[in-house]
């Protein structure tokens, strides 16, 4: 007997060759997230683009495999307000590029962990160009009846190069293969082998009160930094100072970040490159903007910028001005245009 034909997943796949144009592609792709955030450009589109998105519906999660442009994006409360029920948590990774990040209090740099985004917090996010992420939208009922830990992250949730992250990276790199060839009765197995492997990871609620205060501690000290990001005279005295510890616990806690002083360098690095990104700075210089985020040494700025993001504070500057910006959705006369949009919009409003 031949097998019956199989009902594949509902997927959505579109890229800039259907389209024939990037700027396009970009249009459709965000108009479609809008129950997530909002996005902007921050560079101008080029031929040598390849945008494309691929979002897969598996019942109780999505996966989303997307390369787009740089872009701003961010999630404000009349966002959560207008998509109350897309109030979801995507677990991503990019696979290309990186995205400076801050989601609720945690400020964080993905640039090939796992990081997770809460959709019950604001977001304020800037990536670079052509930069790949794959993520997976998880419903926030599901995540608390499973791994009630996880419906409270924000940013890193393996410690990076781990084997933690490791595997799950590799996982969730391969459901895509899995997903695009599986009928319904195969995503449950899929759904039920990734919170499995989550929960395993992530070691549901197993932890100690010692770990447990730590993160606190260190939840409480990332706060003071994002607040007083901005004075030169914070450094590891003046929060040892404030929390009452001495610098050998003040550095054990933040030893996977490289010590303090590496940590409240790459919050100002990122604060910077968030803002030189932000049309409401493009009156204030590159130093006053580097000055307004505790980075005075405007010579050395440049060459940790180029180091860490490939372009100078004034080369990101530059490409900003030549940007026109618009809320305005320039989207297609297309009537597939309006069916990915609408298809992606329902979507994620009826994940649950």
């Given amino acids: 007997m031949e097998k019956q034909n199989r009902i594949l997943l509902p997927c959505v796949n579109l890229n800039q060759d259907d389209i024939g144009s990037s700027e396009e592609t970009f249009e459709i792709w965000r108009a479609s997230v809008t129950p997530y955030f909002q996005c902007y450009p921050i560079s101008n589109f080029s031929e040598n683009q390849k945008l494309s998105f691929t979002l897969i519906n598996a019942g109780k999660f999505l996966y989303s495999d997307v390369t787009m442009p ?5 999630r404000n ?3 959560h307000k207008d998509f109350t029920e897309a109030d979801h948590i995507l677990l ?8 400076c990040v801050r989601n609720g209090n945690s400020d964080f740099i993905e640039d090939g962990g796992i990081s997770a985004i809460n959709l019950s917090q604001t977001i304020e996010a ?57 009928d319904a009765k195969e995503s449950l197995i899929l759904a ?28 409480s000290i990332k706060k003071y930094i994002n607040e007083h990001i901005g004075e030169l005279s914070l450094t590891a005295d003046t929060i040892c100072n404030q929390f009452f510890m001495s610098r050998s616990t003040l550095y054990r806690l933040f030893k996977e ?15 910077c490159f968030k803002a030189l990104h932000n049309p409401i700075n493009m ?5 006053e903007i580097a000055l307004k985020c505790g980075l ?20 990101i500057r530059e490409r900003q001005h030549e940007v026109e910006w618009s809320n305005k959705y320039r989207l297609p006369t297309d009537k597939r245009a309006e069916q990915v949009i609408n298809q992606m919009i329902h979507w994620a409003r009826c994940l649950s």
């Fill in 70 to 74: 740089a872009q701003q994006y961010t």
């Fill in 77 to 79: 409360h009349k966002t």
């Fill in 92 to 99: 991503d990774t990019y696979a290309a590029g990186y995205n």
């Fill in 126 to 182: 800037s990536s670079n160009e052509n930069a790949r992420s794959i993520a997976i939208v998880l419903p926030r009922p599901w995540v608390l009846e499973n791994i009630p830990r996880l419906a409270l992250a924000t940013g890193h949730i393996f410690e990076r190069h781990s084997i933690h992250e490791r595997l799950f990276k590799d996982f969730i790199t391969m459901m895509k293969e899995q997903l695009l060839i599986a």
């Fill in 192 to 219: 039920d082998s990734l919170m499995a492997m989550l929960d395993v990871l992530c070691l549901k609620n197993d932890f100690d009160a010692s770990e447990s205060i730590g993160d606190s501690i260190k939840w």
């Fill in 257 to 271: 970040e490289g010590g303090i002083t590496a940590f409240i360098r790459e919050c100002r690095l990122a604060a």
């Fill in 283 to 287: 009156g204030n210089s590159v130093a």
């Fill in 296 to 315: 005075s040494n405007s010579n050395y700025l440049s060459s940790q910028f180029r180091e860490k993001y490939g372009l100078t504070p004034r080369q």
